[in-house]
């Protein structure tokens, strides 16, 4: 990876975890309903199951299955988490030093995005968008 690539990594990423789990659930449903994309991954159930998913969270459908229980308990898991974690910062600086960083200009790339997240979120209540 380019050191390029691994700054529009490292920016997609934190964009992704800012979005939050349930835009980023509604996100890839929409990706996998996506006429262009390969069918396989359609077959698989998986769009089905997070449609599922989705449903039980909103309240319009109960758990039914002992995978269903399962699975509402891992998303509530990560609703309630922080969106941004010591391992995930960690694996970005991996990142950037593989993408050929010098360890002090990763620590340094890594401490700048995470106080600017940090400050952007600390005084933000952290809201899902809701659905009708």
């Given at each position: 990876?380019?050191?390029?690539?691994?700054?529009?990594?490292?920016?997609?990423?934190?964009?992704?975890?800012?979005?939050?789990?349930?835009?980023?659930?509604?996100?890839?449903?929409?990706?996998?309903?996506?006429?262009?994309?390969?069918?396989?991954?359609?077959?698989?159930?998986?769009?089905?199951?997070?449609?599922?998913?989705?449903?039980?969270?909103?309240?319009?459908?109960?758990?039914?299955?002992?995978?269903?229980?399962?699975?509402?308990?891992?998303?509530?898991?990560?609703?309630?988490?922080?969106?941004?974690?010591?391992?995930?910062?960690?694996?970005?600086?991996?990142?950037?030093?593989?993408a050929g960083f010098?360890?002090?200009?990763?620590?340094?790339?890594?401490?700048?995005?995470?106080?600017?997240?940090?400050?952007?979120?600390?005084?933000?209540?952290?809201?899902?968008?809701?659905?009708?």
């Amino acid at each position: 990876m380019t050191p390029d690539a691994a700054l529009d990594n490292l920016a997609f990423l934190v964009g992704l975890r800012l979005m939050g789990v349930d835009a980023r659930r509604r996100l890839r449903l929409a990706l996998l309903r996506h006429p262009d994309l390969d069918t396989r991954n359609r077959a698989d159930g998986i769009a089905e199951r997070l449609e599922g998913l989705d449903a039980m969270l909103d309240g319009r459908r109960e758990p039914e299955t002992l995978q269903d229980r399962l699975d509402l308990a891992r998303a509530e898991h990560e609703r309630a988490a922080a969106p941004f974690d010591p391992a995930f910062w960690l694996a970005r600086s991996v990142e950037l030093m593989g993408a050929g960083f010098t360890a002090q200009q990763a620590a340094l790339l890594v401490q700048e995005v995470r106080g600017r997240v940090d400050a952007d979120t600390a005084g933000a209540p952290q809201f899902e968008e809701e659905t009708a």
